[in-house]
């Protein structure tokens, strides 16, 4: 099966970078100047329009071996490098400030809540009532 | 509410060995990404910006205490130790490793979920009126014939591979709370003028970039005859819908193409082939099924004492008084009530809840909440059947 890459939206003198997510965990990766990959979108390599078909033809090749998935290329361009799509993938992280768990369940007593005169949890209590 | 027996149980534990099997031959390069991707969208797992995603259905909104602490140990063990409630009354997790999901299928059968037909171009989870069972002004508690909908939608041969998702809600109360205009079917219950309970169906609703309001295509109909009803109008849908274009699938797209008049006469003639026949459901299975879901005992409760204390609180405690207004919801026992828990704090994405949060309110609702949990469309969760002395606790 080929893996073809997607049409970046950009010009035929736009330089491109390669990104794709791993296969087995699905972190986001980009394409350095040594045809490896990276998670550092900061050691991403821009592809002028020579060494673009190498870069992407080494890309297919670790699509086809199963290594990435859902390779494409970003044009250089300050307009789709620069898009939110690129930016919230460059973050590795949430767009947003997620909620944080703490390290070790803390058991709730919930017998301290209950009303006074209850004393007990109301159900067992009151069908055995 | 409805329980696994050992058939359902038997069938959620083969699928998710299923997938480890696919999975397994995905890494190992046996499958391509081209023919992998069907078979781990049919169990929930996209693969979006940043990383895997798990989508894992909660049927009509309804989970007990085992099952959200079992979801809060997933978030803790798979993600980063939080879960997104979503309007569908599912639950998603958006850090999940291709490598880790056999065990998280395997996890959740172990306390009866699953993720099958939570993505893809399927009949997904049926949602339904978070307070059902609950609320004060419903006809009939309507998760029954959702749960009908979900047995007669699992795994539907016909209709594994529609033009589009297509997703069904239902709602009984006076008051739509399952947003059934916004559905590719909508089922409201209603009462005709014989007394009969059935089912008003609206049809082509949605959300997305092309948000329609659904339509009325039935005022009434008979509660024997759903399912027909249904299978004729996803058989119409089927036919017709758009296959070429992924923006123009869904269903409002087509009866808005038709027109409502046009569909309805195309799902008659379909209904026609097939009414009264043998896919509607035996009356016993109905009434088995129906039986899950019979009002839950709720014994009388003197709340006159705790009554003086909350209305003492009222008084003095502004913050309480607040929650009181906005959190509650009338009950048809009137001893007991609702109460909703935002999961809307300011600055936090709408229906994230962290694992130790999920644990709590899993402790709250087995002590105070007959053990059950319903997630809303609006992205909160709801106690159900809490005695009134008790919400000074709250």
Redesign the interface.
């Known amino acids: ?1 080929k ?1 073809c890459v997607k049409e970046p939206d950009m010009s035929k003198t736009d330089d491109i970078i390669l990104t794709a ?1 791993r ?6 990766l980009w394409m350095t100047a040594t045809l490896d990959w990276t998670t550092d979108r900061a050691k991403a390599a821009k592809f002028d329009a020579d060494s673009a078909a190498i870069a992407t033809a080494r890309g297919e090749d670790d ?1 086809a ?2 290594r990435i ?2 390779l494409y290329a970003v044009a250089v361009n300050g307009k789709a490098d620069q898009s939110a ?1 690129e930016v ?2 460059a973050a ?3 767009s ?7 390290p070790v ?4 007593p ?1 017998s301290k ?3 006074p ?2 004393k007990r ?3 067992g209590s ?2 055995s009532a | 509410m409805d329980h696994y027996d050992q058939l359902d149980r038997a069938f959620v534990k083969a699928r998710a060995a299923q997938f480890r099997n696919q999975v397994e031959r995905r890494l190992a390069g046996a499958l391509s990404e081209d023919e992998f991707k069907p078979l781990r969208l049919q169990n929930g797992l996209y693969l979006q910006l940043h990383a895997y995603m798990l989508r894992i259905a909660i049927p009509y909104g309804v989970l007990n205490a085992k099952q959200l602490r079992g979801l809060a140990g997933i978030a803790r063990d798979f993600d980063h130790g939080f879960g997104h409630f979503t309007t569908r009354q599912n639950i998603q997790f958006n850090w999940i490793k291709l490598v880790e999901t056999p065990d998280i299928l395997d996890r959740l059968a172990n306390f009866d979920m699953h993720a099958i037909q939570t993505s893809g171009n399927c009949i997904r989870n049926v949602t339904s009126d978070p307070f059902a069972g609950a609320a004060a002004d419903e006809l009939e508690d309507p998760r029954g014939w959702c749960e009908i909908i979900r047995q007669w939608s699992t795994l539907h041969p016909e209709f594994a591979f529609l033009p589009r998702k297509f997703k069904i809600a239902v709602s009984a109360g006076a008051t739509d709370r399952a947003a059934t205009g916004f559905h590719d079917i909508g089922l409201r219950m209603v009462k005709n003028k014989a007394g009969q309970t059935g089912f008003r169906v609206l049809v082509g609703g949605g959300q997305g970039r092309t948000p329609r309001v659904a339509q009325q295509i039935a005022a009434f109909l008979p509660k024997h005859q759903l399912l027909s009803y249904l299978e004729a109008i996803l058989r119409v849908y089927n036919q017709a819908g758009r296959r070429d274009n992924i923006y123009k699938a869904r269903s409002k797209i087509l009866v808005e193409a038709m027109g409502i008049d046009a569909f309805r006469d195309a799902v008659a003639a379909e209904w026609d082939k097939i009414r009264d026949s043998a896919i509607e459901l035996p009356d016993a299975e109905r009434d088995r099924i129906l039986a899950h879901f019979a009002p839950v005992d709720l014994l009388p409760i003197s709340n006159s004492y705790a009554m003086d204390d909350i209305t003492e609180r009222r008084q003095n405690d502004r913050n309480f008084d607040h929650w009181m207004t906005r959190n509650i919801t009338a009950h048809w026992h009137p001893d007991y009530c609702s109460v909703m828990i935002s999961l809307k704090a300011i600055g936090r994405p709408p229906g994230d809840a962290s694992a130790h949060e999920m644990e709590a309110i899993a402790d709250i609702a087995e002590a105070f909440g007959r053990d059950e949990i319903r997630v809303t469309y609006e992205q909160n969760l709801i106690i159900p059947h809490i005695a009134k002395q008790h919400l000074p606790a709250f």
Not at chain 1, 23 to 28: A, K, R, Y
Not at chain 1, 105 to 108: A, C, E, G, V, Y
């Open positions: 099966m893996h997510n296969l087995d965990d699905g972190v986001v699509a071996a199963n998935v859902s799509r919230i993938r590795k992280g949430p947003v400030k997620p909620p944080v768990d703490r369940r803390s058991s709730i919930m809540y209950f009303h005169v209850m949890a109301p159900y009151l069908r």
